[in-house]
């Protein structure tokens, strides 16, 4: 009889409009959700039986599904180094374990952190996937947890540019006694360098005048650094000429020669001093060090080696590229952070704490380089929030809340019939 029909119509309402009023319940309790994408409820009608004509009468409806809204989250500034958003497509690759199965996941939940062994991972401890970098900071190979290293490694000096003035006045001292350098040169200043193995060593530079723009230079260090040398006795390990024309312009430089044993490094390490662009050595402009009047002073002095340095800081580049800060002054490219996109995203079966997984309707993972091929770029320092607009979800709750009414109206009446037809027996 149509009349019970009519109850289970009305029941199949209650039960769908009842299942999306809890999809609208999930996204206003998810509104402050990091990483939280909205879903809506698809409702599809179910058909009964067939009347004359060949027409089917409906039976009501059902929930077809909950469709996921991709649409891109205001952004919200964060103190986190490596708190990053996703501007634009695509979405974060993690690997491990979750709910006890083990898999790549996709988020767009951008909290991570470093753990004890230098991985990337987000709050349940899975890792974020990306490239490492090479020599020249392009990444190289297949997509892997990412590792951020904790130490610079440290770079022996090979080269130290030397910019000073050297008084013509200043002459007298000389000739040169290796063994009495302080009372045979005209002027001596020092500077650091490094050895292989990053410790500092402190190098004196002695500068005799021997007249008419001709000097000659020499770098001792203390005999305690170096391998066979004497504690309290500087020894020389490198040594050289400076040429300058009569307006003082550096002319000619040369080194004679260059090499330290520093104790417990790399031996035979060679020092190139550089003192300037010389005319006639370099085809160079003159500038640099110098010769006129006036006191004897450096100017600048600078060298390319470095000691060992610790991670102080991480700053991630918009292309995904994530760089170190030492405790040395150095930084450094160490790693890149991936980003997936998918043919359909909206089939992306959703596993909880705001995490997808790849199914076969979505397509599988194109993992790549951020900002290309529609995926978005990094913003760092930066967490995406919930795509829930708070308004809209209150509107259809309210819209869901009536249909949910007359549907249960519809039963009441349907009811109502029965009882009527009961009552006709009477």
Partial sequence: MSIWSSLYTGRSGLTAHSDAINVVG???????????????????????????????????????????????????????????????????????????????????????????????????????????????????????DLAIGGQSDPAATTSVDFDANLDPNATGAGPWDPLNPETSADYQTSTTVYDSLGNSREVQ????????????????????????????????????????????????????????????????QVIQFDFGDAITTDGGTGEGSSQVAGQSAVESISQDGREPGQLLDIVTADDGTISGIFSNGEQEDLAMVAVASFRSPEN???????LWVASRDSGQALLGEPGTSGRGAIASNALEGSNVDLGDELVTLIAYQRAFQSNARTITTADEMLTEVTNLKR
């Fill in 205 to 268: 530079l002695f500068f005799v005048n021997n007249g008419a723009g001709a000097w000659e230079w020499h770098a001792m260090v203390d005999g305690s650094e170096l391998n066979g040398g004497t504690p309290g006795t500087l020894t020389e390990i490198a040594d050289g000429t400076l040429g300058f024309d009569t307006d003082g312009n550096l002319d000619t430089e040369v080194m004679n020669a260059s090499s330290a044993d520093f104790q417990g490094a790399t031996p035979g």
């Fill in 26 to 144: 999930d996204n206003i309790a998810n509104v402050s959700t990091v990483g939280f994408k909205a879903g809506s409820a698809k409702f599809n009608d179910v058909l009964g039986r067939r009347i004359p004509g060949g027409q089917s009468l409906g039976a009501g409806v059902k929930m077809g599904g909950v469709s996921q809204a991709f649409g891109q989250g205001s952004f919200i500034q964060s103190g986190g180094s490596l708190d990053y958003a996703i501007q634009g497509g695509g979405f974060f690759e993690v690997a491990g374990e979750h709910n006890g199965v083990e898999n790549n996941y996709y988020t767009r939940n951008g909290r991570f952190s470093l753990n004890a062994d230098g991985l990337v991972v987000n709050e349940d401890g899975l890792r974020l996937q990306g490239y490492q970098l090479d020599a020249n900071g392009e990444p190289f190979g297949a997509p892997g």
């Fill in 348 to 354: 992306l079966r959703r596993q909880g704490d705001q």
